[in-house]
């Protein structure tokens, strides 16, 4: 196994599965000669020509609808959008055209399309620049939510994105970029809608994913060496939502803490513990808490950035607060 | 006819701008700011465009580039100095807003989001505004042609001409949107062939003189005072920088390029103009040089160890009957 940045292995999934398959092609805004805003198509324009490397004009509705259009006729785009902010602009092709036509059109027609973006804070971009709406595209049936937190499960399921017949949204984190885990060779491939066991331990519950896995496990080693040793779980899907490993951890902590890097409200942790109350309210020992981004626009100043967003700190006072 | 005073005025502007801009790349690589986005090589469009209208009276909806524009609408730069350290003195947002994301209650500049083109209809909505009002005034909105390809912004220009609303929609045309050239982002020649298809009045300057947009922005501002409806202006001139400091110009244009641009930079265009005039000899251009070096000292000292904002309840309040407007 080689070690690679979250980059580099989501640029080779990417890489493999154009060579695999001819019907592969990327659209985005600045994804061709410049090697697109990340960076992870570096060398794609070059290697498979500006046909299957497409640089857009600054549009994202047209870059969603395009990409729709294209799908449709049974290519398999691969659209970035620069950040999930600018998904907004597109929210109407994301969730009323490609989550909706499958089912609308009875299954006559299967819309493969894949939209890479990147979600998350922490860089000093402020409230409109620096958002991890994940949450919100997860609301919508017919459209899968996929949010990596390791560089392998970010190479694994961007493969398996691009080969399902459903549209994917691939949310990657602006600040996991160079994050470095081991990721297997050739065709790996980590199946859409199965969360994962990143740590083992029996007194209380870690859900988490995407750059929240990351303050998790810091929390995890923390907490460790105070004698408490806690479970984490990566969802890694948002939708479809897989709560079996959560169950089973629960089962055995009765204790469940649930890390985002969203907002608190409506968010990933209301869903999670809604789950977890409705399903096994017999087994929880301590109310659950929920470690989420202040109810506030994502302020510039970079103590008021880090103030309103997740800290390990506030994980582990979480993880005491449910003991 | 422009006075000598306000021609000299107008130079300084540049002049103070292009200064302070100088700075904040100086600031990036030392560290010592996050990130810029800088305005080099349009400041006779934006500071030409300001002139020809009426401050702190008329409307006006910046983009990123437009740090002249703000400076000649009363922006200091002790003011961007703060907000480019994210201090709590910065009088737009006390360290919320994002730099170069322009924001000036006494001048009519609203604050405004990163997704791109979102102020052609914000300066849409103004414009109609005014009309209902029964307001003489008039809003400028800018944008780089870049963003003219989305759909917000045939929207917006849309509604401006369709009820012909006082709005003049001022495209920077630096001829890079990041590192996409303009062949590559519209099939059309520039922006301003654009205004056809919408319906109303597109034209081209030369942005990199000041004088000339002077004129234009003067003559279409009167007419949309007059109710004679929207214009869009294309002013051509070249972004001389990157497009930020996060992007590395050299992958995607010569360096040959680019120094043939500095040329017709518009700040030596406008002084060879005015010396010509006689409004402006060595010894002025001296002063100046030392005023504006001075300022930006001061003001970048001053931002320096001006505080950062404190993490207290006021941080936690987002709606308007938490906030005091006082
Ligand atoms: C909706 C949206 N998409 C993408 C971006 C990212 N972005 C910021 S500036 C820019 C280029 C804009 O080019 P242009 O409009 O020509 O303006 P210039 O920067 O050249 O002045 C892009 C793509 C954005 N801010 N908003
Ligand atoms: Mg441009």
């Known amino acids: ?323 | 006819m422009l006075s000598k005073e306000t021609k000299l005025d107008m130079y300084w502007t540049m002049l103070l701008s292009r200064r302070l801009d100088e700075r904040a790349w100086v600031l990036h690589r030392q560290g010592r700011i996050a990130f810029h986005i800088s305005g080099i090589g349009q400041e006779a469009a934006q500071v030409g465009a300001v002139f020809a209208l009426r401050r702190g009276y008329d409307w006006f909806l910046p983009y990123y580039r437009d740090i002249a524009l703000m400076l000649a609408l009363g922006y200091t730069p002790r003011d961007f100095a703060l907000s480019m350290m994210g201090k709590s003195e910065d009088i737009t947002s006390a360290g919320r807003q994002m730099p170069s994301h322009w924001s000036l209650r006494s001048a009519n500049v609203p604050s405004q989001s990163a997704t791109v083109a979102t102020q052609t209809s914000h300066a849409a909505g103004i414009g109609l505004a005014i009309k209902l009002r029964g307001e003489d005034k008039v809003v400028l909105t800018c944008i780089g042609e870049g963003s003219t390809s989305q759909g917000e912004w045939y929207e917006g220009v849309n509604w401006a001409a369709i009820h012909r609303l006082p709005v003049i929609f001022l495209v920077q045309n630096n001829q890079y949107a990041i590192s996409e050239r303009v062949e590559r982002q519209m099939a059309v020649p520039g922006p301003a062939a654009k205004a056809c298809g919408l319906g109303l009045d597109g034209r081209e300057v030369d942005g990199t003189d000041i004088f000339q947009v002077y004129e234009v922005i003067a003559e279409v501002a009167e007419k949309a005072r007059r109710g004679e409806g929207p214009s869009l202006i294309e002013a051509k001139l070249y972004r001389i920088t990157p497009h930020s400091s996060d992007d590395d110009d050299r992958t995607y244009r010569s360096r040959e390029e680019v120094e043939a641009h500095k040329k017709r930079d518009p700040l030596l265009i406008a002084q060879a103009i005015l010396e010509k005039e006689g409004v402006l000899t060595p010894k002025k251009l001296e002063e100046l040089e030392a005023k504006a070096k001075r300022i930006v000292d001061e003001a970048v000292a001053y931002a320096e160890q001006a505080p950062y904002p404190v993490v207290d309840d006021n941080v936690t309040r987002v709606f308007a009957g938490e906030v005091s407007h006082a």
Not at chain 1, 71 to 94: C, K, Q, S, W, Y
Not at chain 1, 152 to 181: C, M, W
Request: proline share 5%; hydrophobic share 45%.
């Open chain 1, 1 to 323: 196994m080689a070690r690679l940045t979250m980059r580099e292995a989501i640029s080779q999934a990417l890489w493999e599965e154009m060579e695999r398959d001819p019907d592969v092609f990327i659209l985005g805004e600045e994804v061709g000669v410049w090697g697109g805003t990340y960076a992870v198509t570096k060398g794609f324009y070059d290697h498979f020509g500006a046909e299957r490397v497409r640089d857009t004009p600054i549009s994202e509705a047209a870059i969603v609808g395009a990409a729709i259009g294209a799908a449709l006729t049974g290519l398999r785009p691969v659209a970035e959008l620069m950040t999930i902010n600018f998904a907004f602009v597109a929210m109407d092709h994301i969730v009323n055209e490609a989550a909706k036509l499958h089912y609308m059109f009875g299954g006559q027609m299967v819309l493969p399309l894949v939209i890479r973006t990147t979600s998350g804070g922490g860089r000093q971009l402020a409230a409109t620049h620096s958002q991890t709406p994940d949450a919100i595209f997860a609301h919508f049936p017919g459209l899968k939510v996929v949010a990596p937190g390791t560089p392998a499960d970010a190479k694994g399921l961007l493969k398996a994105s691009i080969r399902s017949n459903d549209p994917v949204l691939f949310i990657e984190h602006a600040t996991l970029y160079q994050t470095r885990g081991e990721v297997p060779e050739g065709d790996y491939i980590v199946p859409i809608g199965k969360s994962a066991i990143q740590r083992a331990g029996r007194d209380v519950t870690i859900i988490t994913y995407s750059k929240m896995l990351e303050i998790s496990m810091k929390a995890a080693d923390q907490l460790a060496r105070e004698g408490i040793e806690t479970e984490i779980v990566d969802l890694r899907t948002l939708r479809p939502l897989d709560m079996e490993p959560v169950f089973d951890s629960i089962k055995k902590t009765n204790r469940a803490v649930i890390v985002e890097e969203g907002w608190k409200s409506y968010g990933v942790g209301a869903e999670v513990s809604a789950r977890i109350y409705e399903q096994i309210f017999d087994y929880i020992d301590a109310p659950i808490r929920r470690v989420a981004q202040k109810e506030v626009p994502l302020p510039y100043n970079r103590t008021l950035e880090q103030m309103a967003l997740p800290q390990v700190e506030d994980v582990i006072a979480a993880v005491k607060e449910v003991m």
